[in-house]
């Protein structure tokens, strides 16, 4: 298993943290106000479900995106990242306007946006990003991006705003000011999960539960495998899908899929007979939210192994129904569960991005390096595989 992408250590993160200052400084020639810290964020189960008001499972990863900021009084909202060319990105707030493919500037941008059109007293700050949560491996670096950057500025300008409302704001960024139909569990898994715990939402009404999630004291790892792939395929197919979703729930008169109860699914999808590509769509969400109830289940009553089918099953589920894996997924869950894996299965869009694999501490390597040589020997580029370790949502660092 390649260290590649591993987590910063906990004893290196203050390092981290001056060193961004210390970039900060070095931008702006100033000291920042603070520092603050977004995770990225792994699903274990409970995919596409958010945007049908159903129920989801992440777990936040120790990949953090970093921002250093302070405070303006001029109205200028000035914007730099260290892993992104181009300088500094120097915006007027009060000419702030929605901006689909805008860049990755446009995602803190829509967050000071939405927080301005929801009232908030907002004014000019700098910011400085350092992340490393790897982008476009279905992880939510934008979420992390999103999220650290309402916390800064909910701090800098005291605002008293809650975790789960830093989220909804954060969305609403994404959706209006960038063009992004994402659903909820993304920011909300950035900004409220803890650590040691997967995070239990119900997307309808936001109730959470912290779901005790300590595979090192059992004997286990979730491994995640980064396939470092994106095919264009999915563009526009997260927007389809979704739209799809909608159509299935206008056709079985609910305002939701999630209001299709799972020992109900037979007879719905008797009522979507003429649908074949809405019939599998529904498949998926209804047996979906119910996955993600088992699951809690067995993690309620001790039996963490027991999840590892749930995953492969929502795995062929995505494959299958929902029509969103792709070739190096698939070889990245069949070769696991062939090299001895309890259950893996595609987390995140799709069409690319990461798997997540569950495994006995004692065959993580070997698990790890089986992966690696089926991409090797299939002509793909060497995935990159690390642990994800139950970690804390956003949080001021310095």
Not at 15 to 42: K, L, N
Not at 231 to 257: I, K, S, T
Request: hydrophobic residues 45%; aromatic residues 4%; contains cysteine.
């Amino acid at each position: 298993m390649t260290a590649h992408g591993a987590a910063v250590p906990a004893t290196e993160r203050p390092h981290r943290a001056q060193h961004t200052a210390a970039q900060f400084a070095a931008v702006y020639d100033a000291a920042p106000t603070g520092t603050w810290a977004a995770p990225g964020r792994v699903n274990l189960i409970g995919e596409h479900t958010d945007y049908n008001d159903g129920f989801v499972m992440p777990l936040a990863l120790p990949h953090t995106t970093l921002a250093a900021a302070s405070a303006r009084t001029d109205g200028v909202l000035r914007l730099h990242s260290g892993g992104a060319d181009g300088g500094i990105v120097e915006l007027r707030l009060d000419e702030l306007r929605p901006a689909p493919q805008g860049g990755w500037a446009a995602y803190p941008a829509g967050v000071v946006w939405a927080m301005r059109e929801a009232g908030l007293p907002v004014g000019g700050a700098d910011l400085h990003y350092d992340s490393t949560v790897p982008t476009g491996a279905g992880l939510s670096s934008s979420a992390a991006l999103e999220v650290v950057t309402a916390l800064a500025l909910n701090d800098l300008y005291g605002l008293g705003q809650e975790p789960q409302r830093l989220a909804q704001l954060a969305q609403r960024a994404e959706n209006a000011f960038v063009g992004v139909p994402c659903g909820i569990m993304d920011q909300t898994a950035a900004a409220c999960c803890t650590e040691g715990h997967a995070l239990f939402l119900d997307t309808r009404d936001l109730t959470r539960r912290q779901v005790p999630f300590d595979l090192a004291g059992e004997g286990l790892r979730l491994l995640v495998v980064d396939t470092r792939v994106k095919h264009e395929l999915g563009d526009g197919a997260y927007a389809e899908r979704r739209a799809g979703c909608e159509r299935g729930a206008r056709a079985l008169g609910v305002r939701a899929l999630r209001e299709v109860p799972y020992a109900h699914l037979s007879e719905a999808l008797a009522g979507l007979a003429g649908e074949p590509a809405v019939q599998a769509l529904v498949r998926h969400i209804v047996t979906e939210n119910h996955r993600v109830e088992e699951v809690i289940a067995c993690l309620d009553a001790g039996r963490t192994r027991a999840i590892g089918p749930l995953l492969t099953a929502g795995h062929a589920s995505l494959r299958d129904d929902f029509k969103i894996s792709c070739r190096e997924l698939d070889l990245a869950v069949d070769t696991a569960l062939t090299a001895g894996a309890l259950g893996a299965r595609m987390t995140g869009g799709g069409f690319g991005g990461s798997a997540i694999v569950l495994v006995e501490e004692a065959a993580a390597t070997a698990v790890g390096t089986a992966v690696g040589e089926a991409f090797a020997a299939a002509g793909h580029a060497a995935p990159r595989i690390f642990e994800a370790v139950a970690s804390a949502g956003a949080h001021r660092v310095a």
